[in-house]
């Protein structure tokens, strides 16, 4: 969970979600403020699309 925090917080800055319901613009402001970051395990929804699609297409899984 803490991985999705960290990626919001780089992609956005501390900008709150619009009230209606609208991804918020993409700025990478909080990125000025993290020197580095680490992600482990971090669930990322089109990557396991991706490799869904790879090993079904490569290995008929």
Same mark, same amino acid.
């Given at each position: ?15 709150? !979600? ?8 993409? /700025? ?10 680490? !992600?482990?395990? /971090?669930?990322?929804?089109? !990557?396991?699309?991706? !490799?869904?699609?790879?090993?079904? /297409?490569?290995?008929?899984?």
């Amino acid at each position: 969970m803490g991985g999705l925090v960290l990626r919001y917080y780089l992609r956005y800055g501390a900008q709150p !979600l619009p009230e209606d319901g609208s991804i918020p613009r993409l /700025t990478w402001a909080g990125a000025a403020n993290v020197a580095n970051a680490i !992600l482990v395990a /971090t669930p990322l929804l089109l !990557l396991g699309v991706g !490799l869904y699609l790879t090993f079904r /297409t490569n290995f008929g899984v």
